[in-house]
Structures are given as C-alpha cells and as structure tokens.
C-alpha cells in the first residue's frame, strides 16, 4: 500500500512471522520485499520486531547463518541506519528502526510495554 500526504510517499508493509513457515522462506520472502521497498529514490523507513537477537548493531554484522546473512547483507547493501540503540527486550535489540536517511530521526527513546 503506499499513501501520499501532500509531498510525503509512505509505503507500508505488514508482514507477520508465522511458524508455520519456515525461517528460510520468510527471510527470502523479507529480503525481495524490501528490495522492492529500497528501490525507490524516497527516504524508506523499516520499522519492527525482527526478532535477531544476535545481531551486533555497533558493527552491523552476526551470526554466519543464511537469515542473519541474508538481513545484515540487505541492511549493508542499501546503506540503512539502524536507530534503536538500547535493549527492547531483556538485554538484547529486538525492535528496530531503519531507514535510508542518517538524519531522519533526532531522538529515539525505548519505553516500557504498555499492559
């Protein structure tokens, strides 16, 4: 779905990780839809829970498996900045904000779960 509010393109995309699928599917189906998301010349923003745990955001690097791979590669690939610098859940940085702009967000705050 994209939306336009006078000069601002927003393009959204709702995809929900089901274990009946498995990981290397998903990942795969991930990857070509944000290809398709990042290759547009508007600021792109991914927002959610990617649930990887393992990922070294200082580095933007992890685990040598197919689904850290094939998300750190993308992430590297199309230049994204990484905002979430503090943990979302436990000790680890499960949410994350990415976007194709290093100065799109000037503050960013992890707060407790609501309920």
């Not at 745990?53 to 993308?74: C, E, I, K």
């Amino acid at each position: 779905m994209t939306l336009r509010l006078k000069d601002l393109f927003i393009e959204l995309l709702d995809i929900i990780d089901h274990p009946v699928f498995p990981r290397l599917i998903m990942s795969t189906f991930i990857t070509v839809c944000f290809q398709h998301l990042c290759s547009t010349h508007h600021t792109v923003v991914i927002m959610g829970d990617f649930n990887m745990p393992l990922v070294d955001w200082d580095l933007y690097g992890g685990p040598d498996t197919p689904m850290y791979s094939a998300f750190l590669h993308f992430i590297n690939n199309y230049g994204l900045h990484q905002y979430v610098n503090r943990p979302t859940r436990g000790d680890k940085i499960l949410d994350v904000v990415l976007s194709s702009s290093d100065s799109l967000v000037n503050d960013m705050q992890v707060t407790p779960l609501l309920a």
